[in-house]
């Protein structure tokens, strides 16, 4: 049996090596060396959000893992293998569950029946997508590859005491070509505004600039406002996605609410972030095209245009070829987007 060894330093340098790693990890059942966790970072090694997902895995899949506590910068892992995963799994705190469910979901989806668990965590949280992104966006792409699955959103979950429930449901599925080199024309655009434990005025104020900085834009495109209020989060908290449906795919942008940060730039934010994808032409955003690439490993091939190609999506072309050797790919500007082939 082979080992992979992967520099954890590369490209980014970040948790998403590490996410990857073990995705492929799972799927190849190879063992895998990952050295200088997080080397360029001001805090290296493995940061606890990482730890307990290695950790939600092993217990998941079985296996083993030399290395594993916080702080280490490197690592053995070896997963017995992909099994339909059932039960309720506490990630701690606030950490993300969108980042876990982009290192299980493509794994589940190779076993040979439904998987449906409870995550415990962080919902909507910095440095990953909202749940509600993921909830949309991100069941499109894997139902593009093939896979059905379902994000039910239980309850929120803010930074710092996190507590948010969402149960994953995904299905058996063959993996299939992402072929996407461009996109359909818009059918609507989705704003899912989310606000917990603070005034109803936060809310509307934050749709409000969303919807404000796209009218005039759109033409006749529909707008569809999702708004929600709730009161049952640990810790109060905002959160908005504004998404494009093409009918295939849905991509955009996102934002959180900070203490100090005004409803309208919250709002505002997710809109640029929006019409920054949309006016690039590509068929995916910078987000769901980095989460695109191991969907495309797994199913052989894909052709898929990106808004941006980013440090995190050299990181994950690297630690894909490291475990499928007979990886190509090609990428190619077009326009303000870029092309990516890949096939093996």
């Not at 609410?257 to 590509?282: I, Y």
Request: hydrophobic share 40%.
């Amino acid at each position: 049996m082979p080992l992979r060894v992967i520099d954890g330093s590369y490209g980014e340098g970040g948790g998403q090596i590490l996410r990857y790693a073990a995705l492929y990890a799972l799927v190849t059942g190879d063992e895998t060396h990952i050295l200088r966790i997080r080397a360029n970072r001001p805090n290296p090694g493995l940061r606890p959000q990482h730890y307990t997902l290695l950790k939600i895995m092993l217990d998941m899949f079985g296996g083993r893992a030399e290395g594993l506590s916080i702080g280490s910068t490197q690592i053995r892992l070896m997963f017995r293998g992909v099994k339909a995963v059932h039960g309720t799994y506490n990630i701690g705190t606030a950490g993300s569950i969108s980042l876990i469910i982009q290192a299980l979901a493509p794994a589940l989806a190779l076993a040979d029946s439904t998987s449906d668990l409870v995550l415990i965590g962080g919902t909507d949280v910095r440095w990953s997508p909202p749940i509600d992104y993921m909830r949309y966006a991100y069941t499109s792409l894997l139902r593009l590859a093939g896979v059905e699955a379902r994000i039910e959103v239980l309850r929120r979950g803010f930074y710092p005491k996190g507590g948010g429930k969402v149960r994953i449901v995904v299905e058996p599925g063959e993996y299939r070509r992402i072929n996407r080199p461009r996109r359909d024309e818009l059918r609507r655009v989705l704003i899912s505004s989310v606000v917990c434990r603070l005034p109803r005025h936060v809310l509307e104020r934050q749709s409000r600039a969303a919807m404000n900085l796209l009218r005039g834009r759109l033409g006749d495109v529909e707008l569809e406002v999702l708004d929600q209020m709730c009161g049952d989060s640990l810790d109060p908290g905002t959160s908005i996605v504004v998404l494009g449906d093409d009918g295939i795919l849905m991509n955009g942008g996102d934002s959180l609410g900070e203490r100090g940060k005004p409803a309208e730039r919250v709002g505002e934010e997710a809109a640029n972030q929006f019409l920054g994808w949309w006016t690039s032409g590509a068929s995916m955003d910078r987000h769901l095209g980095d989460m695109a690439i191991p969907l495309a490993v797994l199913a052989g091939s894909g052709e898929f245009s990106l808004e941006d190609f980013t440090r995190h999506m050299e990181s994950a072309l690297y630690v894909s070829k490291t475990f499928f050797e007979g990886l190509e790919y090609e990428l190619v500007r077009l326009g303000r987007a870029y092309l990516l082939r890949m096939s093996r």
